[in-house]
């Protein structure tokens, strides 16, 4: 008979339930960034001063960043679907990843300066 326990280490049975929890990514959207936080929309609330991790994507590169929770509170009801605009302040930021929060804020700051955002509408040629 072939040996049933396949494991490098033995399991011990808990004689109560221990918890815990699980990290689980979700996806969000990024509405508003700087080098020391964002604004982020996402179907969920998210606990007032709770610590989570976020993974970003800045252009080609992507940092996870760890931050606390500043504000959250219902966006838009449409249909049925929540969302929620929450307050991220990042917290204990590595050299790596604050020099990339720099260099992309610095580079969208940049783009908008040369790019003025300008509110009208194209008209028809008339000719």
Do not use: W
């Not at 033995?10 to 996806?27: A, C, D, H, N, T």
């Not at 990042?90 to 020099?99: G, L, N, P, R």
């Not at 990339?100 to 040369?114: G, N, P, S, T």
């Amino acid at each position: 008979m072939a040996d049933e326990n396949k494991r490098d280490t033995e399991r011990v049975i808990v004689p109560s339930p221990l918890y815990g929890e699980v990290k689980v990514f979700q996806p969000m959207t990024i509405l508003d960034i700087s080098k020391g936080g964002a604004m982020i929309a996402t179907p969920f609330a998210l606990q007032l001063d709770s610590l989570h991790e976020f993974r970003i994507s800045l252009g080609e590169r992507s940092v996870v960043v760890k931050g606390r929770i500043a504000h959250c509170h219902v966006s838009e009801l449409d249909g049925g679907l929540v969302l929620y605009r929450t307050g991220v302040e990042f917290i204990e930021i590595s050299d790596h990843v604050q020099s990339a929060l720099d260099h992309f804020v610095d580079a969208l700051k940049e783009m908008q300066r040369r790019t003025p955002i300008v509110d009208g509408e194209i008209a028809e040629d008339i000719g």
